[in-house]
């Protein structure tokens, strides 16, 4: 019996080397050369199936997308599933991307569209248990519990779907290849096939992915190129608070982001979210502010909270939950420079209330006068919002998306608006109020120094 031919592959730009070295040759990665079987070409040469025709006579007819009856989903992915697409959903364990897209699988087949949920993960039992809590037991949603990526395209052979959901890709393997499921060959040649089956049977396909520690996608950054989307699930443990955000989207754009609350019976899509993360806001307390925020297209308009206290300690504490501490830390240093406030001997806590992460800088003026408003421990005003970026200098600066910011604003009822000069007018019911430095928007905020 003949050995096995094996070469040394990138994990992220792809290309091969004859031999194992440090660097990639290709694009100079470090450490990320792996072995794998060389698998010889078929020496049959691949028919040209479609002949090429000049770009404006291109059929955009079967390009259209197919709703998958999840509005929050719908929105992200511009519409919905386009056939022959391949989606990657990826998310930390436990925050539901499952049920998600068991809950996507369910819409869909009762819409009338067939569906194929490949469980490579779960034994159908266990899935047909959650689908049985989220009430998605409809006929035209089809399950199989696979591994085996020839037994996956035979499922395909024989159920005829139109959407065909894998969980997961790392769990899948082909036995051809000799590796264990999870490796960088499996993982990359597996999607490859069902990138391949998905093109020519039009089958839209979704790919649950894991991720590593840092948030990206676990395995070969081959994975994400060759795939048409890349969505990412995000979520905390701690919070109801579910986001979907479009990574890469070749059908539409990537700023979008689709909000869900998870519940006993699922998740449940949020077209309100500035309501809900202003629902349980304390009027009169020292320390909170209402940013207009922005995240992709869509406004949000969330509490963002600080408390300070005098410390004790040589360097006092900094502490950030859903901000961005380094730039709470520039803030603090303005305002102790640019301002009479004083706050270097001061352990700050912040916070954006409600599981949110604003890390904009429209967030900085709201901010700054939430800590100003802890340090002096007096309440801003309950129907004032802001919305700016802090320089260097103290200066006040325009953000984008402004008139989007204030509509929201106004939708929700607020009154009053602190901003740069250099921002738009408010639409009708929003006064503004303009400041050129962040000392004069403290002024106008009514916090007595």
């Not at 408003?373 to 802001?386: K, T, Y």
Request: hydrophobic share 45%; net charge negative.
């Amino acid at each position: 019996m003949a050995k096995q031919r094996v070469e040394f592959r990138c994990d992220e730009c792809g290309g091969s080397a004859p031999r194992w070295s440090g660097k990639c040759p290709s694009c100079g990665a470090w450490n990320s050369l792996h072995e794998a079987p060389v698998v010889p070409a078929s020496a049959q040469p691949i028919p040209r199936l479609d002949a090429a025709v000049p770009i404006d006579q291109v059929d955009m007819a079967a390009w259209g997308a197919s709703p998958t009856g999840i509005g929050e989903l719908d929105r992200v992915l511009s519409g919905g599933l386009v056939p022959g697409s391949v989606t990657v959903v990826g998310g930390e364990p436990g925050v539901g991307k499952s049920t998600l897209l068991t809950q996507a699988a369910a819409s869909m087949a009762r819409a009338g569209r067939r569906v194929l949920y490949v469980s490579a993960e779960e034994s159908s039992q266990q899935v047909r248990m959650r689908a049985d809590r989220l009430d998605a037991l409809v006929p035209e949603l089809w399950l199989a519990a696979e591994t085996d990526l020839g037994h996956v395209v035979a499922q395909l052979d024989a159920v005829q779907p139109a959407v065909a959901i894998v969980d997961s890709i790392q769990t899948l393997h082909d036995p051809v290849l000799g590796s264990a499921p999870g490796s960088v060959v499996q993982v990359r040649e597996c999607a490859h096939r069902l990138v391949r089956e998905a093109k020519e049977r039009g089958v839209a396909v979704l790919l649950v992915g894991h991720v590593t520690k840092d948030g990206g996608l676990a395995g070969p950054r081959v994975l994400e190129h060759v795939v048409d989307t890349v969505l990412a699930f995000e979520g905390d443990n701690h919070h109801a608070l579910r986001l979907v955000r479009a990574v890469k989207h070749r059908f539409g754009s990537t700023n979008e982001v689709g909000l869900f609350e998870m519940g006993d019976a699922g998740l449940i899509p949020v077209p309100d979210a500035s309501a809900l993360f202003l629902a349980d806001r304390r009027p009169g307390v020292a320390g909170s502010t209402v940013v207009a925020a922005i995240d992709g297209h869509r406004p949000l308009l969330i509490e963002v909270q600080a408390l300070t206290i005098g410390s004790s300690l040589a360097v006092p504490r900094l502490s950030a939950q859903g901000l961005d501490s380094g730039r709470l830390a520039f803030l603090l240093a303005v305002l102790e420079r640019r301002t009479d406030v004083s706050i270097a001997k001061h352990d700050v806590y912040a916070l954006a209330v409600g599981g949110a992460r604003v890390v904009e800088p429209g967030a900085d003026l709201a901010l700054a006068l939430a800590v100003t408003s802890s340090c002096v421990d007096s309440a801003l005003a309950d129907d004032l919002v802001a919305c700016a970026e802090v320089g260097l200098g103290g200066e006040l600066r325009q953000v984008g998306q402004t008139s989007r910011r204030l509509a929201e604003a106004a939708r929700l009822g607020f009154r009053r608006v602190l901003l740069p000069h250099s921002a738009p007018d408010p639409p009708d019911g929003l006064t503004a109020l303009r400041a050129a430095t962040i000392a004069d928007a403290i002024a106008l905020a009514g916090l007595a120094l």
